[in-house]
Protein backbone atom coordinates (compact mmCIF):
# COMPACT_ATOMS: atom_id res chain seq x y z
CA UNK A 1 0.00 0.00 0.00
CA UNK A 2 1.71 3.51 -1.18
CA UNK A 3 0.82 6.06 2.01
CA UNK A 4 -1.24 9.28 1.84
CA UNK A 5 2.42 11.05 2.88
CA UNK A 6 4.18 9.79 0.09
CA UNK A 7 1.88 12.12 -2.54
CA UNK A 8 4.16 15.08 -0.83
CA UNK A 9 7.38 13.14 -0.76
CA UNK A 10 7.58 10.64 -3.40
CA UNK A 11 5.55 12.03 -6.20
CA UNK A 12 7.21 11.22 -9.76
CA UNK A 13 4.13 12.78 -11.48
CA UNK A 14 4.99 16.33 -10.16
CA UNK A 15 9.03 16.61 -9.43
CA UNK A 16 8.96 20.12 -8.69
CA UNK A 17 6.37 20.45 -6.19
CA UNK A 18 8.11 16.94 -4.61
CA UNK A 19 11.68 19.00 -4.53
CA UNK A 20 9.71 21.78 -2.35
CA UNK A 21 8.26 19.83 -0.01
CA UNK A 22 11.56 17.88 0.73
CA UNK A 23 13.80 20.91 0.77
CA UNK A 24 11.89 22.67 3.88
CA UNK A 25 10.86 19.25 5.88
CA UNK A 26 15.01 18.80 5.34
CA UNK A 27 16.11 21.83 7.03
CA UNK A 28 15.41 20.98 10.73
CA UNK A 29 17.43 17.93 10.44
CA UNK A 30 15.00 14.94 9.09
CA UNK A 31 16.87 13.36 5.98
CA UNK A 32 15.67 12.96 2.47
CA UNK A 33 15.95 9.22 2.93
CA UNK A 34 13.57 9.18 6.00
CA UNK A 35 11.04 11.35 4.07
CA UNK A 36 11.39 8.89 1.28
CA UNK A 37 11.36 5.88 2.83
CA UNK A 38 7.61 4.99 2.95
CA UNK A 39 7.36 4.76 6.16
CA UNK A 40 4.08 5.61 8.26
CA UNK A 41 4.39 9.66 8.77
CA UNK A 42 2.61 10.11 12.17
CA UNK A 43 1.27 13.40 13.68
CA UNK A 44 1.23 14.13 17.29
CA UNK A 45 -1.62 16.63 17.66
CA UNK A 46 -0.46 18.18 20.75
CA UNK A 47 -3.14 19.63 22.75
CA UNK A 48 -1.03 20.38 25.76
CA UNK A 49 0.14 24.26 26.11
CA UNK A 50 0.28 26.98 29.01
CA UNK A 51 -3.28 28.18 28.20
CA UNK A 52 -4.16 24.65 28.59
CA UNK A 53 -3.15 23.38 32.02
CA UNK A 54 -5.13 20.63 32.13
CA UNK A 55 -3.83 19.02 29.01
CA UNK A 56 -0.36 20.55 29.66
CA UNK A 57 1.61 17.00 30.60
CA UNK A 58 1.11 16.05 27.01
CA UNK A 59 3.91 17.70 26.31
CA UNK A 60 6.12 15.15 28.92
CA UNK A 61 3.92 12.68 27.43
CA UNK A 62 4.32 13.33 23.43
CA UNK A 63 8.30 12.47 24.25
CA UNK A 64 6.79 8.60 25.11
CA UNK A 65 5.06 8.31 22.00
CA UNK A 66 7.24 9.71 19.88
CA UNK A 67 9.85 6.83 21.03
CA UNK A 68 6.87 4.55 20.40
CA UNK A 69 5.81 5.95 16.96
CA UNK A 70 10.24 5.38 15.90
CA UNK A 71 10.34 1.94 17.58
CA UNK A 72 7.54 0.74 15.45
CA UNK A 73 9.15 2.40 12.30
CA UNK A 74 7.12 5.55 12.21
CA UNK A 75 8.36 9.31 11.31
CA UNK A 76 7.06 11.80 13.64
CA UNK A 77 5.33 15.47 13.34
CA UNK A 78 4.10 17.00 16.56
CA UNK A 79 1.94 20.00 15.48
CA UNK A 80 -0.21 22.38 17.90
CA UNK A 81 -3.94 22.44 18.01
CA UNK A 82 -5.73 25.19 18.97
CA UNK A 83 -6.06 25.19 22.83
CA UNK A 84 -8.82 24.70 25.27
CA UNK A 85 -9.18 25.28 28.57
CA UNK A 86 -12.23 24.66 30.07
CA UNK A 87 -11.85 27.42 33.05
CA UNK A 88 -9.36 30.02 30.69
CA UNK A 89 -11.63 30.63 27.94
CA UNK A 90 -14.77 33.25 28.34
CA UNK A 91 -17.32 33.48 27.94
CA UNK A 92 -17.38 29.61 28.04
CA UNK A 93 -14.48 27.17 26.17
CA UNK A 94 -17.27 25.32 24.44
CA UNK A 95 -16.87 28.25 22.11
CA UNK A 96 -13.64 26.59 21.26
CA UNK A 97 -14.75 23.11 20.75
CA UNK A 98 -15.70 23.82 16.64
CA UNK A 99 -12.55 26.01 15.97
CA UNK A 100 -10.28 23.55 17.33
CA UNK A 101 -12.52 21.04 15.35
CA UNK A 102 -11.96 23.17 12.01
CA UNK A 103 -8.16 24.03 12.59
CA UNK A 104 -7.33 20.33 13.13
CA UNK A 105 -9.07 19.21 9.79
CA UNK A 106 -7.53 21.71 8.25
CA UNK A 107 -3.90 20.11 9.30
CA UNK A 108 -4.60 16.53 9.18
CA UNK A 109 -6.02 17.40 5.39
CA UNK A 110 -3.20 19.89 4.10
CA UNK A 111 -0.36 17.96 5.45
CA UNK A 112 0.99 14.90 4.78
CA UNK A 113 0.06 12.80 7.79
CA UNK A 114 -0.58 8.93 7.39
CA UNK A 115 -1.65 8.50 10.62
CA UNK A 116 -2.40 10.93 14.10
CA UNK A 117 -2.13 10.45 17.91
CA UNK A 118 -4.88 12.69 19.31
CA UNK A 119 -3.96 13.84 22.88
CA UNK A 120 -7.15 14.66 24.74
CA UNK A 121 -8.09 15.65 28.25
CA UNK A 122 -9.78 18.96 29.38
CA UNK A 123 -13.66 18.61 28.74
CA UNK A 124 -13.95 20.01 24.93
CA UNK A 125 -10.57 18.76 23.80
CA UNK A 126 -11.84 15.68 23.36
CA UNK A 127 -14.93 16.03 21.25
CA UNK A 128 -12.95 18.06 19.56
CA UNK A 129 -10.16 16.07 18.38
CA UNK A 130 -12.45 12.90 17.82
CA UNK A 131 -14.72 15.16 15.56
CA UNK A 132 -11.95 15.73 13.66
CA UNK A 133 -10.49 12.42 13.27
CA UNK A 134 -14.50 10.94 11.99
CA UNK A 135 -14.45 13.76 9.57
CA UNK A 136 -10.67 13.05 8.13
CA UNK A 137 -11.21 9.82 8.41
CA UNK A 138 -7.14 8.66 8.53
CA UNK A 139 -6.15 6.36 11.38
CA UNK A 140 -6.15 8.19 14.56
CA UNK A 141 -5.82 7.19 18.12
CA UNK A 142 -6.25 8.77 21.29
CA UNK A 143 -4.18 9.28 24.04
CA UNK A 144 -5.64 10.79 27.42
CA UNK A 145 -3.51 12.75 29.45
CA UNK A 146 -5.31 11.20 32.59
CA UNK A 147 -6.67 12.52 35.78
CA UNK A 148 -5.24 14.76 38.35
CA UNK A 149 -4.12 12.83 41.70
CA UNK A 150 -6.98 13.06 44.57
CA UNK A 151 -7.76 15.90 46.36
CA UNK A 152 -7.59 16.10 50.15
CA UNK A 153 -9.39 17.83 52.52
CA UNK A 154 -8.34 16.07 56.12
CA UNK A 155 -9.20 12.50 55.63
CA UNK A 156 -12.32 13.56 52.82
CA UNK A 157 -11.82 13.34 49.14
CA UNK A 158 -11.98 17.05 47.80
CA UNK A 159 -13.07 16.62 43.70
CA UNK A 160 -11.99 19.45 41.45
CA UNK A 161 -15.28 21.26 40.82
CA UNK A 162 -17.39 19.62 42.77
CA UNK A 163 -15.62 21.41 45.85
CA UNK A 164 -16.84 25.04 43.82
CA UNK A 165 -20.04 24.08 44.00
CA UNK A 166 -19.74 22.56 47.76
CA UNK A 167 -17.90 25.79 48.96
CA UNK A 168 -20.15 28.13 47.61
CA UNK A 169 -22.74 27.49 49.53
CA UNK A 170 -20.81 27.39 52.67
CA UNK A 171 -19.73 31.15 51.42
CA UNK A 172 -23.32 32.00 50.96
CA UNK A 173 -24.10 31.67 54.55
CA UNK A 174 -20.78 32.93 55.85
CA UNK A 175 -19.51 29.53 57.03
CA UNK A 176 -16.11 30.04 54.92
CA UNK A 177 -14.56 33.38 54.11
CA UNK A 178 -12.66 34.18 50.66
CA UNK A 179 -9.72 32.74 51.72
CA UNK A 180 -10.66 29.94 52.90
CA UNK A 181 -12.89 29.49 49.88
CA UNK A 182 -9.47 30.10 47.49
CA UNK A 183 -7.70 27.43 49.80
CA UNK A 184 -10.04 24.40 49.23
CA UNK A 185 -9.93 25.23 45.41
CA UNK A 186 -6.49 24.71 45.51
CA UNK A 187 -6.20 21.70 47.64
CA UNK A 188 -8.68 20.09 44.79
CA UNK A 189 -6.18 20.28 42.66
CA UNK A 190 -3.07 18.92 43.50
CA UNK A 191 -0.86 17.34 40.36
CA UNK A 192 -1.15 17.55 36.25
CA UNK A 193 -3.89 16.43 34.96
CA UNK A 194 -7.91 17.43 34.27
CA UNK A 195 -10.23 17.30 37.01
CA UNK A 196 -10.53 14.11 39.09
CA UNK A 197 -13.76 14.09 40.11
CA UNK A 198 -16.37 12.36 37.42
CA UNK A 199 -16.95 15.83 35.43
CA UNK A 200 -17.18 16.10 31.95
CA UNK A 201 -13.57 15.72 31.30
CA UNK A 202 -12.95 12.37 33.14
CA UNK A 203 -16.46 11.26 31.55
CA UNK A 204 -14.98 12.26 27.95
CA UNK A 205 -11.78 10.65 28.47
CA UNK A 206 -13.51 7.19 29.50
CA UNK A 207 -15.93 7.45 26.87
CA UNK A 208 -13.26 7.54 24.27
CA UNK A 209 -11.94 3.89 25.66
CA UNK A 210 -15.29 3.47 25.50
CA UNK A 211 -15.95 3.98 21.67
CA UNK A 212 -12.69 2.07 20.94
CA UNK A 213 -10.71 5.29 20.17
CA UNK A 214 -7.82 4.32 22.86
CA UNK A 215 -6.20 1.48 23.43
CA UNK A 216 -8.11 -1.03 26.47
CA UNK A 217 -7.44 -0.19 29.80
CA UNK A 218 -5.78 3.90 28.97
CA UNK A 219 -8.59 6.09 29.56
CA UNK A 220 -8.75 6.00 33.70
CA UNK A 221 -5.19 5.93 34.45
CA UNK A 222 -3.76 9.22 36.28
CA UNK A 223 -1.72 11.97 34.76
CA UNK A 224 1.30 11.17 36.85
CA UNK A 225 1.17 7.59 37.02
CA UNK A 226 4.26 5.49 35.69
CA UNK A 227 1.34 3.61 33.62
CA UNK A 228 0.27 7.08 31.96
CA UNK A 229 4.00 7.11 30.22
CA UNK A 230 3.88 3.23 29.36
CA UNK A 231 0.28 3.46 27.44
CA UNK A 232 1.87 6.54 26.13
CA UNK A 233 5.10 4.54 24.07
CA UNK A 234 1.96 1.72 23.28
CA UNK A 235 -0.12 4.14 21.88
CA UNK A 236 2.58 5.51 19.78
CA UNK A 237 4.18 2.07 18.34
CA UNK A 238 0.27 0.51 18.08
CA UNK A 239 -0.77 3.88 15.38
CA UNK A 240 1.95 2.94 12.93
CA UNK A 241 0.31 -0.94 13.01
CA UNK A 242 -2.82 1.00 12.63
CA UNK A 243 -1.62 2.72 9.32
CA UNK A 244 -0.22 -0.24 7.84
CA UNK A 245 -3.82 -1.97 8.67
CA UNK A 246 -5.38 0.49 7.15
CA UNK A 247 -7.51 0.39 10.60
CA UNK A 248 -9.67 3.85 10.81
CA UNK A 249 -11.96 6.11 12.77
CA UNK A 250 -15.13 4.59 10.17
CA UNK A 251 -14.03 0.99 11.32
CA UNK A 252 -13.78 1.88 14.66
CA UNK A 253 -17.09 4.97 15.65
CA UNK A 254 -20.39 2.47 14.01
CA UNK A 255 -23.47 2.88 15.47
CA UNK A 256 -22.88 0.24 17.83
CA UNK A 257 -19.69 2.16 19.07
CA UNK A 258 -21.68 4.59 20.37
CA UNK A 259 -24.64 2.55 22.11
CA UNK A 260 -21.59 1.02 23.75
CA UNK A 261 -20.15 4.45 24.40
CA UNK A 262 -23.96 5.83 26.13
CA UNK A 263 -24.45 2.75 27.84
CA UNK A 264 -21.14 3.72 29.80
CA UNK A 265 -21.78 6.43 29.95
CA UNK A 266 -24.70 5.48 32.76
CA UNK A 267 -22.75 3.28 34.19
CA UNK A 268 -20.04 5.81 34.94
CA UNK A 269 -22.48 8.62 35.90
CA UNK A 270 -21.11 10.70 32.73
CA UNK A 271 -21.24 13.99 32.82
CA UNK A 272 -24.66 15.85 30.74
CA UNK A 273 -22.17 17.49 28.24
CA UNK A 274 -21.77 13.63 27.24
CA UNK A 275 -24.74 13.59 24.66
CA UNK A 276 -24.18 16.95 23.23
CA UNK A 277 -20.32 15.68 22.69
CA UNK A 278 -21.27 12.37 21.81
CA UNK A 279 -24.13 13.39 19.24
CA UNK A 280 -21.26 15.60 17.51
CA UNK A 281 -19.04 12.97 17.18
CA UNK A 282 -21.55 11.01 15.73
CA UNK A 283 -22.86 13.86 13.22
CA UNK A 284 -19.41 14.32 11.97
CA UNK A 285 -18.86 10.24 11.23
CA UNK A 286 -22.26 10.44 9.66
CA UNK A 287 -23.26 7.74 12.23
CA UNK A 288 -27.12 8.83 13.48
CA UNK A 289 -27.10 9.09 17.10
CA UNK A 290 -30.07 11.76 19.24
CA UNK A 291 -31.06 12.12 22.24
CA UNK A 292 -34.33 9.31 22.53
CA UNK A 293 -31.04 7.17 22.05
CA UNK A 294 -29.55 8.38 24.94
CA UNK A 295 -32.75 7.27 27.03
CA UNK A 296 -34.02 4.40 24.52
CA UNK A 297 -30.62 2.61 25.18
CA UNK A 298 -28.97 4.32 28.77
CA UNK A 299 -31.69 5.06 31.25
CA UNK A 300 -32.27 1.78 32.38
CA UNK A 301 -28.63 1.31 32.67
CA UNK A 302 -27.78 1.12 36.54
CA UNK A 303 -24.83 3.46 38.05
CA UNK A 304 -22.01 1.31 39.18
CA UNK A 305 -18.83 3.80 39.49
CA UNK A 306 -18.46 5.91 42.80
CA UNK A 307 -17.13 8.69 42.53
CA UNK A 308 -17.79 12.50 43.16
CA UNK A 309 -20.07 14.30 42.22
CA UNK A 310 -22.85 11.44 41.83
CA UNK A 311 -20.84 9.90 44.80
CA UNK A 312 -17.67 9.59 46.99
CA UNK A 313 -14.36 8.53 45.60
CA UNK A 314 -12.35 9.84 42.76
CA UNK A 315 -9.94 9.26 39.58
CA UNK A 316 -6.73 7.62 41.25
CA UNK A 317 -9.48 5.26 43.01
CA UNK A 318 -11.28 4.10 39.78
CA UNK A 319 -8.01 3.60 37.99
CA UNK A 320 -6.82 1.39 41.14
CA UNK A 321 -10.77 -0.13 40.82
CA UNK A 322 -10.18 -1.31 37.09
CA UNK A 323 -11.48 1.60 35.56
CA UNK A 324 -13.35 2.19 32.98
CA UNK A 325 -11.94 -1.11 31.65
CA UNK A 326 -13.67 -3.18 34.61
CA UNK A 327 -16.60 -1.26 34.03
CA UNK A 328 -16.86 -2.41 30.69
CA UNK A 329 -15.72 -6.10 31.61
CA UNK A 330 -18.84 -6.16 34.05
CA UNK A 331 -21.60 -4.70 31.46
CA UNK A 332 -20.09 -7.43 29.07
CA UNK A 333 -20.31 -10.12 31.29
CA UNK A 334 -23.98 -9.44 32.25
CA UNK A 335 -25.03 -9.01 28.40
CA UNK A 336 -25.50 -5.02 29.29
CA UNK A 337 -23.24 -3.65 26.14
CA UNK A 338 -24.80 -3.59 23.18
CA UNK A 339 -22.15 -4.13 20.44
CA UNK A 340 -19.57 -6.72 21.65
CA UNK A 341 -18.28 -7.06 18.20
CA UNK A 342 -17.29 -3.65 17.67
CA UNK A 343 -13.97 -3.21 16.73
CA UNK A 344 -11.58 -1.42 18.69
CA UNK A 345 -8.03 1.01 18.16
CA UNK A 346 -6.31 -2.89 18.75
CA UNK A 347 -8.44 -3.96 15.63
CA UNK A 348 -9.75 -6.69 18.31
CA UNK A 349 -12.81 -6.04 19.12
CA UNK A 350 -14.53 -5.44 22.34
CA UNK A 351 -15.08 -8.69 23.13
CA UNK A 352 -11.55 -9.96 22.72
CA UNK A 353 -10.04 -6.85 24.78
CA UNK A 354 -12.59 -6.82 27.20
CA UNK A 355 -13.61 -10.38 28.85
CA UNK A 356 -12.61 -10.82 32.28
CA UNK A 357 -11.04 -7.68 33.76
CA UNK A 358 -11.22 -7.92 37.25
CA UNK A 359 -12.98 -4.88 39.43
CA UNK A 360 -10.22 -5.18 42.38
CA UNK A 361 -12.30 -2.89 44.57
CA UNK A 362 -16.21 -2.88 44.73
CA UNK A 363 -16.65 0.19 46.98
CA UNK A 364 -15.64 2.24 43.75
CA UNK A 365 -17.00 0.06 41.25
CA UNK A 366 -20.01 -1.75 42.52
CA UNK A 367 -21.38 -5.24 41.04
CA UNK A 368 -24.02 -4.50 38.80
CA UNK A 369 -26.64 -6.33 41.15
CA UNK A 370 -25.53 -3.82 43.89
CA UNK A 371 -25.44 -1.13 42.17
CA UNK A 372 -25.23 2.78 43.21
CA UNK A 373 -28.63 3.46 41.55
CA UNK A 374 -30.85 1.47 39.02
CA UNK A 375 -32.09 3.35 36.06
CA UNK A 376 -29.44 5.75 35.84
CA UNK A 377 -29.64 7.09 32.82
CA UNK A 378 -30.49 10.11 31.14
CA UNK A 379 -33.82 10.94 30.03
CA UNK A 380 -35.05 13.04 27.18
CA UNK A 381 -37.87 15.67 28.63
CA UNK A 382 -40.06 16.93 26.69
CA UNK A 383 -43.09 19.53 26.91
CA UNK A 384 -44.83 22.42 25.26
CA UNK A 385 -41.50 24.49 25.22
CA UNK A 386 -39.25 22.67 23.63
CA UNK A 387 -38.09 19.64 21.88
CA UNK A 388 -35.32 17.99 23.51
CA UNK A 389 -33.34 18.52 27.59
CA UNK A 390 -31.48 16.34 29.11
CA UNK A 391 -32.06 15.14 32.71
CA UNK A 392 -29.34 13.48 34.33
CA UNK A 393 -31.29 10.98 37.34
CA UNK A 394 -28.17 9.72 39.40
CA UNK A 395 -27.71 13.04 40.76
CA UNK A 396 -31.45 13.50 42.07
CA UNK A 397 -31.37 13.91 45.51
CA UNK A 398 -33.91 12.10 47.25
CA UNK A 399 -36.29 14.87 48.38
CA UNK A 400 -36.50 15.57 44.63
CA UNK A 401 -36.65 11.68 43.82
CA UNK A 402 -39.61 10.84 46.06
CA UNK A 403 -41.39 12.12 42.67
CA UNK A 404 -39.84 10.12 40.50
CA UNK A 405 -38.41 6.06 41.06
CA UNK A 406 -38.95 5.77 44.68
CA UNK A 407 -42.87 5.97 44.24
CA UNK A 408 -43.99 4.99 40.60
CA UNK A 409 -47.52 4.42 41.11
CA UNK A 410 -47.66 8.28 42.84
CA UNK A 411 -49.89 10.10 40.12
CA UNK A 412 -48.67 13.22 41.23
CA UNK A 413 -45.89 15.37 39.03
CA UNK A 414 -43.99 18.31 40.00
CA UNK A 415 -45.47 21.68 40.00
CA UNK A 416 -43.58 24.80 40.97
CA UNK A 417 -43.75 28.76 39.98
CA UNK A 418 -41.32 29.43 37.77
CA UNK A 419 -38.17 31.92 38.64
CA UNK A 420 -36.80 32.81 35.07
CA UNK A 421 -32.98 34.16 34.63
CA UNK A 422 -32.25 36.21 31.84
CA UNK A 423 -28.80 34.70 31.94
CA UNK A 424 -26.12 34.21 34.43
CA UNK A 425 -26.14 37.94 35.15
CA UNK A 426 -29.50 38.49 35.69
CA UNK A 427 -29.64 35.07 38.16
CA UNK A 428 -26.35 36.67 40.29
CA UNK A 429 -28.35 40.31 40.30
CA UNK A 430 -31.79 38.81 41.21
CA UNK A 431 -30.98 35.67 43.10
CA UNK A 432 -31.31 37.16 46.89
CA UNK A 433 -34.11 39.52 46.11
CA UNK A 434 -36.62 39.33 48.89
CA UNK A 435 -38.95 40.89 46.24
CA UNK A 436 -39.71 37.32 44.42
CA UNK A 437 -40.52 35.99 47.33
CA UNK A 438 -38.89 32.26 46.66
CA UNK A 439 -39.53 29.47 48.81
CA UNK A 440 -39.37 25.33 48.25
CA UNK A 441 -42.06 24.95 45.83
CA UNK A 442 -39.73 27.07 43.15
CA UNK A 443 -38.94 25.87 39.88
CA UNK A 444 -35.46 28.16 38.92
CA UNK A 445 -34.83 28.54 34.77
CA UNK A 446 -32.20 30.25 33.47
CA UNK A 447 -32.54 31.43 29.67
CA UNK A 448 -30.38 32.81 27.29
CA UNK A 449 -27.34 30.60 27.64
CA UNK A 450 -27.64 28.73 24.94
CA UNK A 451 -25.41 28.05 21.54
CA UNK A 452 -26.38 31.35 20.05
CA UNK A 453 -27.86 32.85 23.30
CA UNK A 454 -24.53 33.21 25.19
CA UNK A 455 -22.68 31.97 22.75
CA UNK A 456 -20.85 28.44 22.55
CA UNK A 457 -23.57 27.51 25.35
CA UNK A 458 -22.71 28.31 28.98
CA UNK A 459 -22.28 25.97 31.79
CA UNK A 460 -24.34 28.06 34.06
CA UNK A 461 -27.34 26.40 34.52
CA UNK A 462 -25.79 25.34 38.09
CA UNK A 463 -28.10 27.41 40.44
CA UNK A 464 -28.12 27.52 43.82
CA UNK A 465 -31.25 28.65 45.91
CA UNK A 466 -31.42 32.29 47.54
CA UNK A 467 -29.43 32.46 50.86
CA UNK A 468 -32.00 33.18 53.12
CA UNK A 469 -33.68 29.67 51.80
CA UNK A 470 -30.37 27.76 52.43
CA UNK A 471 -30.80 29.23 55.88
CA UNK A 472 -33.47 27.03 56.20
CA UNK A 473 -32.21 24.26 55.04
CA UNK A 474 -33.23 24.54 51.54
CA UNK A 475 -30.21 23.41 50.05
CA UNK A 476 -31.32 23.07 46.36
CA UNK A 477 -34.13 23.36 43.92
CA UNK A 478 -34.79 21.98 40.39
CA UNK A 479 -33.66 23.71 37.79
CA UNK A 480 -34.28 24.18 33.88
CA UNK A 481 -32.43 25.70 31.71
CA UNK A 482 -30.99 26.16 27.75
CA UNK A 483 -27.74 25.82 28.84
CA UNK A 484 -25.20 23.64 30.22
CA UNK A 485 -23.86 22.68 33.63
CA UNK A 486 -20.71 21.61 34.89
CA UNK A 487 -19.92 17.78 34.50
CA UNK A 488 -18.82 18.28 38.24
CA UNK A 489 -22.32 19.44 40.16
CA UNK A 490 -24.72 17.73 41.21
CA UNK A 491 -28.23 19.80 41.03
CA UNK A 492 -31.28 18.15 40.09
CA UNK A 493 -31.37 19.50 36.22
CA UNK A 494 -33.43 19.78 33.35
CA UNK A 495 -30.40 20.72 31.05
CA UNK A 496 -29.46 21.89 27.24
CA UNK A 497 -32.99 22.44 26.28
CA UNK A 498 -33.42 22.87 22.76
CA UNK A 499 -34.57 24.94 20.50
CA UNK A 500 -33.31 27.34 23.37
CA UNK A 501 -34.56 30.96 23.39
CA UNK A 502 -32.24 32.54 21.55
CA UNK A 503 -34.18 31.09 18.54
CA UNK A 504 -37.56 31.83 19.70
CA UNK A 505 -37.82 28.04 21.61
CA UNK A 506 -40.57 28.05 24.31
CA UNK A 507 -38.34 29.18 26.90
CA UNK A 508 -38.68 32.87 25.91
CA UNK A 509 -42.57 33.11 26.36
CA UNK A 510 -42.15 31.96 29.88
CA UNK A 511 -42.47 34.73 32.35
CA UNK A 512 -41.68 34.82 36.61
CA UNK A 513 -44.17 33.39 38.52
CA UNK A 514 -45.70 31.00 35.95
CA UNK A 515 -47.02 27.28 36.67
CA UNK A 516 -45.11 24.53 35.28
CA UNK A 517 -45.13 20.88 35.75
CA UNK A 518 -42.35 18.43 35.72
CA UNK A 519 -43.20 14.73 35.28
CA UNK A 520 -40.42 12.71 35.18
CA UNK A 521 -42.93 9.56 34.84
CA UNK A 522 -44.07 11.46 31.32
CA UNK A 523 -40.83 12.98 30.28
CA UNK A 524 -42.59 15.98 30.04
CA UNK A 525 -42.27 19.63 31.38
CA UNK A 526 -45.30 21.75 31.04
CA UNK A 527 -45.99 25.37 30.95
CA UNK A 528 -49.43 25.08 32.28
CA UNK A 529 -51.47 27.88 30.56
CA UNK A 530 -53.92 27.51 27.85
CA UNK A 531 -53.15 27.02 23.98
CA UNK A 532 -54.57 30.54 23.10
CA UNK A 533 -52.49 31.99 25.98
CA UNK A 534 -48.83 30.14 24.19
CA UNK A 535 -49.91 31.54 21.45
CA UNK A 536 -50.74 35.12 21.97
CA UNK A 537 -47.20 34.94 23.98
CA UNK A 538 -45.71 33.64 21.15
CA UNK A 539 -47.58 36.36 18.59
CA UNK A 540 -46.16 39.19 21.44
CA UNK A 541 -42.99 38.19 21.54
CA UNK A 542 -42.57 37.94 17.42
CA UNK A 543 -43.89 42.03 17.27
CA UNK A 544 -41.26 42.66 20.02
CA UNK A 545 -38.54 41.25 17.96
CA UNK A 546 -37.89 38.19 19.38
CA UNK A 547 -36.31 37.06 22.08
CA UNK A 548 -32.50 38.57 21.13
CA UNK A 549 -28.91 37.92 22.52
CA UNK A 550 -26.30 40.23 23.47
CA UNK A 551 -23.65 41.32 20.61
CA UNK A 552 -20.94 39.52 19.17
CA UNK A 553 -17.32 39.92 21.03
CA UNK A 554 -15.31 38.36 18.38
CA UNK A 555 -15.71 37.20 14.55
CA UNK A 556 -15.80 33.76 15.47
CA UNK A 557 -18.46 34.33 17.98
CA UNK A 558 -20.05 35.76 14.60
CA UNK A 559 -19.59 33.03 12.45
CA UNK A 560 -20.21 30.21 14.96
CA UNK A 561 -23.59 31.82 15.73
CA UNK A 562 -24.41 31.76 12.24
CA UNK A 563 -23.46 28.40 11.74
CA UNK A 564 -24.32 26.42 14.91
CA UNK A 565 -27.04 23.99 15.42
CA UNK A 566 -28.88 23.28 18.81
CA UNK A 567 -27.23 21.25 21.90
CA UNK A 568 -29.66 18.37 21.23
CA UNK A 569 -27.89 17.88 17.37
CA UNK A 570 -24.75 18.71 19.32
CA UNK A 571 -23.36 22.17 18.26
CA UNK A 572 -22.25 21.22 15.73
CA UNK A 573 -21.42 23.59 12.61
CA UNK A 574 -24.48 23.28 10.06
CA UNK A 575 -22.22 22.21 6.90
CA UNK A 576 -24.82 19.10 5.74
CA UNK A 577 -24.38 15.51 5.58
CA UNK A 578 -22.13 16.19 1.95
CA UNK A 579 -19.02 17.96 3.72
CA UNK A 580 -19.14 16.00 7.01
CA UNK A 581 -16.06 14.16 5.29
CA UNK A 582 -13.52 16.03 3.35
CA UNK A 583 -11.74 14.28 0.10
CA UNK A 584 -10.16 11.03 0.52
CA UNK A 585 -6.55 11.87 -0.49
FE1 LIG B 1 -10.05 20.94 32.54
FE2 LIG B 1 -11.88 20.11 34.50
S1 LIG B 1 -11.15 22.10 34.01
S2 LIG B 1 -10.75 19.00 33.08
MG1 LIG C 1 -16.86 21.36 32.48
Same mark, same amino acid.
Given at each position: ?229 ? =? ?19 ? =? ?136 ? =? ?195
Amino acid at each position: MKLRSQKWFSNPDNPAMTALYLERYLNYGLTREELQSGKPMIGIAQTGSDLSPCNRHHIELAKRVREGIVAAGGICFEFPVHPIQETGKRPTASLDRNLAYLGLVEMLYGYPLDGVVLTIGCDKTTPALLMAAATVNIPAIALSVGPMLNGWEGEERSGSGTVIWKSRLKLAVGEIDNEEFMRLAADSAPSVGYCNSMGTASTMNNLAEALGMQLPGSGAIPAPYRERGQ =ISYLTGKRIVDMVHEDLKPSD =IMTRGAFENAVVVNSAIGGSTNAPIHLNAVAAHMGVALDNDDWENIGHDVPLIVDMQPSGKYLGEDFHRAGGVAAVISSLLEAGKLPSPDAVTATGKTVLEEYTGIPVTNEKVIRKLDAPMKDSAGFLNMKGNLWDSA =IMKTSVISEGFRKFYLSNPDDPEAFEGRAMVFDGPEHYHEMIDDPSLEMDENCILVMRGAGPIGYPGGAEVVNMQPPAYLIERGITELPCIGDGRQSGTSGSPSILNVAPEAAVQGGLAILKMGDPLRVDLRKRRVDLLVTDEEMQARHAELAQNGGYGYPADQTPWQQIQRSLVSQFDKGMVLKNGPEYQRVAQT
